[in-house]
């Protein structure tokens, strides 16, 4: 495994253990083909029958819609916990698809049939992602839970939400070795320099980059002053034009997908803070869309030209896990 390839698996569990400090409900995310740092931490550890030898402890939850389990368990005597993902059939895929697959018959009734059909391996993938060794909260951040949707106002936000995230020390190293080339380099597809406006466009670890029915890619700017949409105010209007016209214009030229078909929004409260805008297929119902937690960029860039300082004062709301740190300070603070 050479030198690029060793730092941005590592960065990749590093995203995993940032995201898992942060336990609101999305957290997307998912890392595709994590890496285990298998009994001692060696990276060039053979990865290949890393699960042969998986102890499994507990479901924590699965979804026959969203076609995924999540796996407590071990491995090596590591706590670990491995999803697992239904990958989508490719149109590309289908002539491999009819030809070399077996069909063994369910029912039949008049012209209709069912069939139970067994595809070729390589076309029959699972997408696995593996979080070991696991914390607790990496544990609980997968645990099917109760959530509570939250109205937090401005003063809310100054004087619980904010005190909360600055005693946690989230952190976004990750982002920034992104930022400065030191990890995920060969996946940037865009990136505009400018200290201001800029920010550099990759694609989420959730998209395999194999259709376009999922399309998801992630623009992070290069500024490190603003956390999250709270922070926005007029004066960074020029900043988010940027991010949309941009980000449009490089993800129809990369993969020829009109900006009609798109949808661009910010999430709060994020999984991360670090500001950064997601790019979405319209047809993908992806992690954390919802109105309780997606903003349309389009949106924003609107409130702040008619408010300058519209979500300075703005009541937000949006989800919370029971388990989550927050909740409790708004318990605390009475405001639940």
């Known amino acids: 495994m050479d030198s690029n390839t060793k730092m941005a698996a590592s960065e990749k569990r590093k995203r995993e253990v940032a995201d898992g400090n942060n336990e609101t409900e999305g957290q997307e995310e ?38 995924n389990i999540f796996v407590h368990g071990k491995i090596d005597d590591q706590e670990a916990v491995v999803i697992l993902e239904k990958t989508p059939i490719r149109e590309d895929s289908l002539s491999e698809l009819f030809k070399n697959s077996r069909l063994k018959l369910e029912m039949r009734n008049d012209i209709y049939s069912t069939f139970h059909l067994h595809p070729p391996p390589q076309l029959n993938e699972i997408k696995t992602t593996v979080v070991c060794p696991a914390t607790e909260k990496h544990v609980k951040k997968y645990l099917l839970q109760e959530t509570f949707l939250l109205e937090e106002t401005g003063e809310d ?24 080339k030191k990890a995920e380099a060969d996946r940037i597809i865009y990136e505009d320099p400018d200290p201001d406006v800029g920010f550099v466009l990759l694609p989420d670890f959730k ?26 105010t007029s004066e960074h209007i020029p900043l988010l034009c940027n991010i949309r016209r941009r980000g449009e214009d490089a993800i129809l030229k990369r993969y020829g997908f009109p900006a009609t078909k798109l949808r661009v929004y910010l999430h709060y409260q994020p999984s991360y803070y670090h500001l950064h805008v997601h790019f979405t297929s319209l047809s993908y119902d992806a992690p954390g869309c919802g109105v309780e937690r997606a903003h349309l960029l389009s949106d924003v860039i609107q409130n702040l030209q008619n408010e300058p300082q519209y979500y300075h004062t703005r009541t937000l709301s949006f989800p919370l896990r029971a388990d989550d740190g927050l909740l409790s300070k708004f318990k605390d603070a009475a405001r639940l």
């Open 30 to 67: 998912t890392l595709k083909n994590a890496v285990c740092n298998k009994a001692g931490g060696n990276d060039d550890a053979p990865s290949e029958f890393l699960l042969s030898g998986f102890e499994t402890k507990a479901i924590l939850r699965d979804s026959a819609r969203e076609k």
């Open 157 to 180: 936000y100054r004087s619980i939400t904010l005190p909360f995230i600055q005693s946690q020390s989230f952190s976004v190293q990750w982002v920034y070795n992104i930022l400065e």
């Open 207 to 232: 998209w395999d980059q194999k259709q376009h029915d999922d399309l998801y890619l992630i623009a992070i700017v290069h500024r490190k002053d603003i956390k999250s949409l709270r922070d926005l």
